[in-house]
């Protein structure tokens, strides 16, 4: 079965700061997908690693996935307000490409 | 890109009840759609994989004959959620892939919040 965790569950950051946050896999995973959640609504895709090494930027977002460690990070440059969300890591896994969610990781951007 | 829509978006029931909830890719043919739900500040559960003119495959745990899922057309799923109680009161969110665009890729729905009182 495959267990996912995001480390940490919540962070509150000023802004202005970086911060990393790690999701670790337990299972052998070659895409791994990363989501936004705001309070109230579904998911808003921000990355998809498609492969081992694969690093991808967006804004202040840089998502990074190392298979053979079974992690991947979402690193947080200069953080401001808006990017106060839930952030969730998802593997994807088995014949069907499920997606088994992380735990999630609550942020917190404080002026 | 990829669409994804649900109806209703928010649903309030009594107990004993049962509720139906769809699912739609609007601009695209999906075989395989997927069902989550979310307790309150909690992570996203799969619930079950539906595959279009086949049975559902549930996740451990999920009670089928309680979440009955039918995925009649390409481009549509539905779950019902039998004699609901309040305990399954959540947040319910379909997710499709696209076998003709990036298959692996999943767009999701805006979410169904049921109220069981």
């Known amino acids: 079965e495959l267990k996912v965790e995001q480390n940490p569950l919540f962070l509150s950051m000023q802004e202005g700061k970086n911060y990393t946050i790690y999701c670790n896999y337990s299972t052998t995973s070659d895409r791994l997908y990363w989501y936004r959640q705001d309070p109230g609504k579904s998911l808003e895709s921000l990355f998809v690693l498609l492969s081992n090494g694969a690093v991808k930027q967006e804004g202040r977002l840089m998502a990074s996935l190392d298979t053979k460690a079974r992690l991947s990070t979402l690193h947080i440059t200069a953080a401001v307000h808006d990017l106060s969300a839930t952030y969730f890591c998802a593997p994807q896994w088995g014949a069907t490409n499920k997606l088994i969610f992380g735990t999630g990781t609550l942020l917190a951007v404080q002026p | 890109g990829a669409v994804v829509s649900q109806h209703p978006s928010r649903v309030i029931c009594k107990s004993g009840t049962s509720v139906k909830i769809e699912c739609r890719s609007l601009?695209?043919?999906?075989?395989?759609m997927f069902w989550y739900r979310q307790f309150p500040k909690q992570s996203l559960m799969l619930m079950a994989t539906s595959n279009e003119g086949s049975k559902a495959t549930y996740e451990q745990g999920v009670e089928k004959d309680k979440f009955l899922i039918n995925h009649a057309s390409l481009t549509l799923s539905t779950l019902t959620v039998t004699s609901a109680h309040p305990e399954d009161s959540s947040f319910y969110i379909c997710?499709?892939?696209?076998?003709?665009?990036?298959?692996?890729?999943?767009?999701f729905g805006p979410g169904t919040r049921l109220t069981v009182t």
């Open positions: 601009d695209f043919q999906a075989t395989t």
């Open positions: 997710s499709a892939s696209d076998p003709g665009g990036r298959s692996y890729e999943q767009y």
